[in-house]
């Protein structure tokens, strides 16, 4: 994809407005812009006030360039944001459901700007680039934080927490390995990706996080395997799944027959207890909230809030002494939560779409680009299920999804990936 056009349907490309940044102008932006976000525990709301402004800074001076990209732009990528800003109209705090709807509109926004401006390797690039110096800072300025569900104390860097710091190494690991095995990308993006590698590992250690280091290795393995996939042909490929499937036949009786002991060992490997670091304790609890406001929700981010009884008992119970920050660590519960059944239909059906679509753009191109957003959002849909990545405004792991989503909506072909 060229300065001049842009991908619409599967390997077509069409005509773009006159009048778009170009691709090295895009790349400095992207990467001053994610790294204000990943900063932003470190340096609070500036963070995402420095991202929002870059990011207009870009667009302003070709607004009618990419307001076009932004219109044309699939629309199953809008359901979820826009329904986080429709929420508003239900919402038990209308004030805090507009701003973060908002927001949370604007991060798809420019997530759609960047995947519609820049080349996927060219992106891959800038966001090893912006993970290499959050890393380098965690390194230089990181810090030691209790976790209020353990009472234990583990090293999180410039973030909040050891949950988010181990999503980043695992996503700096992975786009480490995306670069190094591209012949495509050029040397001193390659070397990039040897930095990246040599920071990721042990911070990935520091973390103890049993989630992270399980995630990140799966998705690493998914890449590779993903792009040996992409290689084969049709009838090959079709041997091959169905030999998987004839494996996964007496793995799964295994699990039937001892579910709980392989259960326990593989919480004993992620260094988890039977409550999953209290996390059963949490969605039980969900359980009961969510028939209050069951097809709609609370409202998008409307019920963490400080005086409130449900939050304030839910804080107290899990030693959250600062009262605030705090969610059901599921990406699924805390949808349901704020958007209902409703609100959850549309997550899973955003995220099994996006993954489908980046399986067949990566069978179809072969390339590691569109492996490695393929195994992005495998780690995203692993991760789904016990930490909330996806639902945030100004958060990598939102930024991160409507960028692998405008790929898969538009399949970049072989040429511009």
């Not at 911070?203 to 590779?224: D, E, F, K």
């Not at 996390?279 to 609370?298: E, S």
């Amino acid at each position: 994809m060229s300065a001049s056009t842009f991908i619409d349907a599967p390997g077509r490309p069409l005509p773009a407005p006159s009048g778009l940044p170009a691709p090295g102008l895009t790349w400095g932006i992207f990467v001053l812009s994610v790294t204000a976000i990943l900063l932003g525990s470190f340096v609070g709301s500036a963070g995402a006030y420095a991202f929002l402004a870059l990011w207009l800074m870009l667009a302003f001076p070709y607004g009618r360039g990419c307001l076009a990209l932004l219109t044309n732009s699939p629309w199953p990528i809008w359901v979820l944001p826009f329904l986080a800003l429709a929420s508003t109209f239900w919402s038990q705090s209308v004030s805090d459901t507009l701003k973060y709807g908002l927001e949370f509109v604007a991060t798809a926004g420019c997530a759609v700007l960047a995947a519609s401006l820049l080349k996927p390797r060219a992106l891959i690039s800038a966001l090893t680039c912006c993970l290499v110096v959050t890393a380098l800072l965690s390194v230089a300025f990181g810090k030691q934080s209790v976790d209020p569900l353990t009472g234990s104390a583990a090293f999180v860097g410039v973030f909040e927490s050891k949950n988010q710091l181990g999503f980043f190494t695992s996503l700096m690991l992975l786009a480490a390995v995306a670069l190094l095995i591209d012949s495509r990308q050029p040397l001193p993006a390659r070397l990039l990706g040897i930095v990246a590698l040599v920071l990721a590992l042990p911070l990935l250690v520091l973390t103890r996080s049993g989630t992270a280091m399980l995630s990140a290795v799966l998705a690493s393995l998914v890449l590779v395997a993903n792009l040996a996939m992409s290689r084969l042909s049709r009838f090959e490929r079709a041997r091959l799944l169905g030999a998987g499937v004839v494996v996964m036949i007496p793995i799964a009786v295994l699990l039937l027959v001892a579910g709980d002991d392989m259960s326990a060992l593989l919480l004993g490997v992620m260094g988890k207890d039977a409550t999953l670091t209290g996390r059963t304790l949490l969605w039980a609890h969900a359980m009961q909230l969510i028939p209050q406001h069951p097809l709609l929700g609370f409202g998008y981010q409307a019920f963490w809030r400080q005086d409130t009884v449900a939050a304030e008992s839910l804080w107290f119970e899990f030693h959250v002494l600062s009262r605030q920050g705090f969610h059901f660590h599921s990406t699924y519960v805390e949808t349901t939560i704020e958007l209902g059944y409703l609100g959850a239909a549309v997550l899973v059906a955003t995220l099994l779409g996006v993954f489908g679509g980046l399986v067949r753009w990566s069978w179809r191109t072969g390339t590691v680009a569109a492996s490695f957003f393929t195994a992005l959002m495998f780690c995203l849909l692993t991760r789904s299920f016990v930490e909330v990545d996806v639902l945030m405004q100004f958060q990598i792991g939102a930024f991160t999804l409507f960028v692998a989503a405008t790929y898969a909506a538009r399949a970049p072909s072989e040429d511009a990936a």
